[in-house]
């Protein structure tokens, strides 16, 4: 594992298990030969997926998926309690582009689960618990100018909800999925990137500070497609979310990045998985976090795999977070597991730490603030992610927040 730095009340860790490395293969840890350092993914990537929630066990916390994650936060998603509970509602409001279309369907639709199945038992809980899908579609080789918005409203309660992007190939499209209002929320959002099609995906976890959101995303990118995942984080109780992607052909790019922010009490979880099992596709990972607060935590796991048959593949993920006060923790994982030594490159890294004193003395050296300073060294920290959402309008919304967020901070 490259570039680890990890304080007091922080945990970083990481595994890499390689086959027989190659010309070319650029590993971010020691060996060649079949070599497992800490933790292998297989526990994680090798989970037989179901829609079948019985097909889970109930969870107990001792389980590798589920040992960051208090259970008891979780309003019963995990155990059945939930989905006998009283169901909420959710508003929802749509800013659709002429030629995208959204529509309600049933589970019969022959569009639900083709990105992807349920691989823990709050994602199968969902499928089997939601009464109706909402699917947007961008028709073929359409160029959109401005974004999709799907804003959704917690109103209190449970709610399951299954939502699928169907990006048609050759088309282009940013689609925001916002979340606000409070609730317990379980969901499967499914991302369905036609061939050649280019998807940026962001996905705002804005809730209020008593709501817990669990997601599974499952992306499905095409051949010579490009997928663009942001995920942004500030809100909620317990927000735990799981990333996929899968690749249906050569040459497929994915790109993930996220930004969370977590204040006293709050766990905030993102789990990862890239399954490279197609030739000649790529991807890129760089989530950073911020933690203010007593018992602060937020938890980022990383999981790449690239199979025998993943001839050609790059890939890199990266993960940095900043503790901005005592009292908050970090779990911080970067997984790595390659079958094949014949790749362009792999790697990760993962580093904690707190403000950089020489920036922080650069910027008073020159006149500002202490405060203001701590300011711009954090805007700075997370500006690069905030533009790779290409919408200015939007990046602009994020920055707000971020700035609100360090008015607690500083």
């Known amino acids: 594992m490259a570039d680890v730095n990890t304080p007091t009340g922080s945990t970083t860790a990481g595994s890499i298990e390689v086959g027989t490395a190659g010309a070319g293969a650029q590993l971010a840890g020691p060996g060649t030969g079949r070599t497992a350092v800490q933790q292998p993914i297989d526990a994680r990537v090798a989970v037989k997926p179901s829609f079948d929630v019985n097909d889970f066990p109930v969870p107990t916390g001792r389980e590798e998926d589920w040992r960051f994650t208090p259970l008891h936060r979780l309003g019963g998603l995990h155990d059945g309690t939930a989905a006998a509970g009283e169901r909420g ?13 959204a529509e309600t369907v049933g589970r019969d639709d022959a569009r639900l689960g083709k990105a992807g199945t349920p691989v823990d038992r709050v994602a199968a809980q969902a499928f089997s618990a939601f009464e109706q899908a909402l699917v947007v579609t961008v028709p073929k080789e359409t160029v959109l100018t401005e974004p999709v918005r799907i804003d ?16 048609k190939p050759f088309a282009e499209a940013v689609v925001v999925l916002n979340h606000a209002g409070t609730g317990t929320r379980a969901a499967n959002v499914e991302l369905l990137v036609g061939d050649g099609a280019k998807l940026t995906f962001v996905s705002v976890q804005d809730w209020e500070r008593d709501a817990v959101h669990v997601a599974q995303h499952n992306a499905l990118v095409g051949r010579d497609a490009s997928y663009k995942s942001v995920v942004v984080t500030f809100g909620g109780d317990l927000v735990r979310l799981h990333p996929r992607v899968n690749y249906a052909g050569p040459g497929g790019e994915a790109e993930l990045f996220g930004l969370y922010f977590a204040d006293a009490g709050q766990h905030l979880e993102h789990r990862l998985v890239i399954d490279h099992d197609t030739p000649h596709c790529r991807s890129n990972v760089a989530y950073k976090g911020a ?7 937020a938890v980022w796991v990383g999981d790449v795999l690239i199979r ?12 940095r977070n900043l503790v901005l006060t005592d009292g908050a923790r970090v779990d911080s994982i970067p997984n790595l597991e390659i079958e094949t030594g014949e790749i362009v490159g792999a790697g990760h890294a993962s580093a904690t730490g707190r403000f950089d004193d020489e920036q922080l003395f650069y910027l008073q050296a020159r006149g500002i603030p202490a405060d203001e ?3 711009l060294v954090v805007r700075g920290f997370f500006a690069e992610l905030l533009q790779q959402i290409g919408v200015a309008e939007v990046q602009e919304q994020l920055m707000e927040k ?5 008015e607690a901070a500083v």
């Open 152 to 167: 959704v409203r917690g109103e209190g309660g449970v709610r399951f909800a299954h939502v699928v992007i169907d990006v």
């Open 291 to 297: 933690l203010q607060g007593q018992d602060a935590h």
């Open 308 to 319: 025998a048959a993943a001839l050609g593949t790059d890939t890199y993920e990266l993960n």
């Open 402 to 406: 971020i700035d609100a967020e360090l």
């Open 373 to 375: 300073a701590r300011r």
């Open 89 to 101: 509602a959710d508003k929802v409001e749509f800013t659709l582009p002429e030629g995208v279309t």
